[in-house]
């Protein structure tokens, strides 16, 4: 993942003259006007959202899952947080050898390989904004 920023170059490595063990991260500026531009787009829209009702801002969290989850099994979206750090995640809660991990959330059962899949969600609430 990282390689791939870096090339792309959003991102740039500086390795430590200290300790060759430790390499430093670093946004480039073609990293840092992404960044901007998805948090002001990711900003205003949790303003507009935040304005619905609670049922409406449900049913359109629901829904949003719902894409975001077939968007993410044809390989179009992977997001921030692997399944296995989520406070939704139950490890071992599946109901089979194949499927052996559960998702609390969407109430699916997940395969050793769908549990290091990518997600950011919000409880209860849309929040576009990992916070």
């Not at 390689?3 to 946004?27: F, I, M, N, T, Y």
């Not at 969290?61 to 719902?66: E, G, T």
């Not at 894409?67 to 089979?96: D, V, W």
Request: aromatic content about 6%; overall charge negative; proline content about 1%.
């Amino acid at each position: 993942m990282v390689d791939s920023l870096v090339e792309k170059g959003l991102v740039k490595r500086e390795r430590s003259q200290a300790d060759r063990r430790k390499v430093k991260l670093e946004l480039t500026e073609k990293g840092e006007s992404i960044t901007d531009n998805v948090n002001e787009i990711s900003y205003t829209l949790q303003e507009l959202v935040e304005g619905f009702e609670e049922e409406r801002q449900n049913e359109l969290s629901h829904n949003l899952v719902d894409i975001a989850g077939k968007l993410q099994r044809q390989g179009h979206l992977s997001t921030a947080l692997t399944c296995q750090y989520c406070r939704f995640f139950e490890r071992n809660g599946g109901s089979s050898d194949e499927r052996p991990h559960y998702c609390k959330l969407t109430g699916e059962d997940l395969t050793e390989e769908e549990s290091y899949s990518e997600w950011v969600h919000g409880e209860g609430k849309i929040d576009l904004m990992a916070r």
